[in-house]
C-alpha cells in the first residue's frame, strides 16, 4: 500500500501530478537493499532472543538457588566444601547454630562441627592440622555442572 500526500495550487494539479507520476516511475528499488534490510533485521532479532533466553536462563538459576537455599535452611541442613580436595558434604546443622565444619587432616573420615572462631577448640584443630570447611547453604557451583 502506498500513500502519497502532495500539496499544490489546484489549478497546477494536472502538471504536478504528471511530474510526480513521471518520477515516481523513473524510481527502482535495487532488491539487494531488501535483502540487506531483512538480514539486519533478523541478526538484530536473533542476537534479542539470545539475550532474553540468557536473561531467562539467570532468572531461573537464582530463584534454583533460592528454592535450595531456604530447603536446606528449613530442613536444617548445609552444604560444605573441603577446599583442600574439593570434596562437598551435606551436612546436618541447625538454623540457629553458628560456628564452622572442620576436617580431620589424615583420613579425612572425621568432620566436627560447630566450631566458634577465636574459641580454643579452634585453636586446637589449627594446631593439630585440620582444616576449616567452606559452607553454603545453596551449594557450590561445580555440584551442578
Not at 562441627?113 to 559452607?135: A, C, F, H, I, P
Amino acid at each position: 500500500m502506498e500513500v502519497t500526500l502532495i500539496q499544490v495550487a489546484e489549478h497546477k494539479l494536472e502538471q504536478a501530478m504528471s511530474i510526480f507520476s513521471g518520477f515516481k516511475d523513473s524510481f527502482l528499488y535495487n532488491p539487494e537493499w531488501i535483502i540487506r534490510t531483512m538480514e539486519s533485521w533478523m541478526q538484530q532479532h536473533v542476537e534479542e532472543n539470545r539475550l532474553v533466553r540468557q536473561m531467562l536462563q539467570e532468572h531461573r538459576e537464582a530463584n534454583s538457588q533460592m528454592a535450595r537455599s531456604w530447603t536446606n535452611l528449613l530442613s536444617d541442613q548445609t552444604y560444605v566444601k573441603d577446599p583442600a580436595t574439593g570434596e562437598i558434604f551435606r551436612l546436618y546443622k541447625r538454623s540457629w547454630e553458628t560456628g564452622d565444619f572442620w576436617r580431620e587432616p589424615v583420613f579425612g573420615d572425621a568432620i566436627l562441627g560447630g566450631v566458634k572462631r577465636e574459641s580454643q577448640l579452634e585453636e586446637l584443630l589449627k594446631m593439630e592440622g585440620w582444616r576449616r570447611m567452606t559452607e553454603s547453604l545453596a551449594g557450590f557451583p561445580e555440584m551442578w555442572k
